[in-house]
């Protein structure tokens, strides 16, 4: 059971209509908010949080990252967010691999990260002539506060590749990359359709086994959405088009061209996870990148929320999210996109992404504000916990600070 936590005297961004609250104290009990505002109660016990001068913010949700499956990028056996099985991809669930003792998750709490959706990767490399689904499978959401309950939601979403990356797994074609995801789409609905027949063997053989139709089937009912990675314009359009003839609740990552189909996008009501950073193209795909695209697309009545998809610096997302604000998207729309967004995209808002009171205490006392590179968070608590401001770098750095002891640092 969490302390009772009173935040007081900070100008309060609540992410909510009640917008930014002046001098206000947030109170915590339990876990939860319980109290927002210039007139809280506060119990004689309360431990308080002096949040003069400061700003308070809901905890940054990074909405796509790899925190906990990938250690080292370049050392295989520290990774674990993709399989060049083609045997299992619909069921490749990467919350069976979480490791909540990552050192990356101190590293990136103390900046104010509090949740991260994680998320399988396409293979990286295949053998000649292999081809692999552009399906990678399921994520999942955790709290970066540690503890057995570190995991919040497993198969939030299911992904899938229909950009060059799908084209090449599916053996060099955007086509073949959408034949296999709709080849799956249509398994899983035969699937569902004559389950009692497949039981019984007297159904045709399906492209994929009963476990990747297994979980397919959230999906197909809508209770899970489908994260399809696409950059381009058309391969957008291209997964609409899925999508509206499956029923599907879609979501795009990347979205380097998101902005030219803007209005499709807020009429289907698809949200967009961005990098507001993209700017110069990497590939052929990305032409057409502009730093103005966040702006656009909220313009548009587009929901976006933002990823840099580096979780060793996933603390940089509100520096990208203030590199936004400077290319025309408004301040609180910045905020949203790094807090509530994310939340509301996977069916988490009613717990997480403001500042009121029943949701979660996800919260971060900053020294200024949050979205300038110079700001630091002071405080981050993250289920009504406050969590230690160290990490292994911290750790580090106190370590080799002092200069005058006379023993080197493995001798203290």
């Known amino acids: ?103 990356l998750i101190p590293i990136n709490r103390i900046e104010g990260i509090t949740r991260s959706l994680v998320a399988p990767q396409p293979p990286q490399e295949l053998q000649p002539g292999q081809t692999a689904s552009p399906i990678t499978g399921l994520g999942a ?7 057995p309950d570190y995991l919040m939601a497993r198969g939030v979403a299911l992904f899938a590749e229909l950009d060059e990356q799908g084209a090449a797994l599916a053996g060099g074609s955007r086509i073949g990359a959408m034949l296999s995801l709709e080849e799956a789409l249509q398994d899983a609905e035969d699937y569902r359709d004559h389950r009692a027949d497949f039981e019984k063997r007297a159904r045709r053989d399906y492209a994929l086994g009963r476990l990747d139709l297994e979980a397919l089937q959230p999906v197909l009912a ?11 314009a058309s391969d957008i359009e291209a997964a609409l088009r899925i999508a509206q003839r499956h029923r599907l609740q879609l979501v795009i990552a990347g979205g380097t061209q998101a902005w030219m189909v803007a209005p499709q996008l807020a009429q289907a009501q698809v949200p967009v996870i961005l990098d507001p950073l993209q700017d110069l193209p990497d590939r052929f795909e990305q032409i057409g990148a502009t730093l103005e695209n966040a702006a656009r697309l909220h313009t548009a ?36 996109a790094i807090t509530l967004n994310p939340a509301r995209i996977f069916g988490l808002d009613a717990s997480l992404g403001t500042i009121e009171p029943g949701k979660l205490a996800d919260i971060v006392v900053w020294s200024g504000d949050p979205l300038e590179v110079t700001t630091f968070a002071d405080q981050v608590l993250i289920n009504g916990l406050v969590m230690p401001m160290e990490s292994r770098q911290t750790l580090l750095r106190d370590r080799y600070m002092d200069l005058k002891d006379p023993l080197p640092p493995a001798y203290r």
């Open 141 to 147: 959401v955790i709290h970066l506060g540690g503890g």
């Open 301 to 336: 009545g587009v929901t976006i929320a933002f990823s840099i998809g580096d979780s060793h610096n996933a603390r940089n997302l509100k520096q990208s999210a203030g590199n936004a604000v400077a290319w025309g998207l408004p301040w609180p729309a910045a905020l949203a």
């Open 222 to 232: 809508g209770k899970t959405k489908i994260v399809v990675r696409a950059e381009r």
């Open 1 to 103: 059971m969490s302390e009772t936590i009173a935040i007081v005297g900070g100008n309060v961004q609540t992410v909510t209509a009640r917008g930014m609250l002046a001098g206000a104290t947030v109170l915590v009990q339990d876990g939860r908010i319980t109290g927002v505002g210039t007139d809280v109660a506060i119990p004689p016990d309360a431990k308080r949080i002096d949040a003069q001068g400061k700003i308070v913010t809901p905890g940054i949700f990074d909405t796509l990252s790899y925190i906990g499956i990938v250690e080292i990028s370049l050392v295989d056996e520290t990774a674990d967010a993709s399989s060049a099985s083609v045997r299992y991809n619909a069921a490749f669930d990467v919350a069976e691999a979480i490791n909540p003792r990552s050192v």
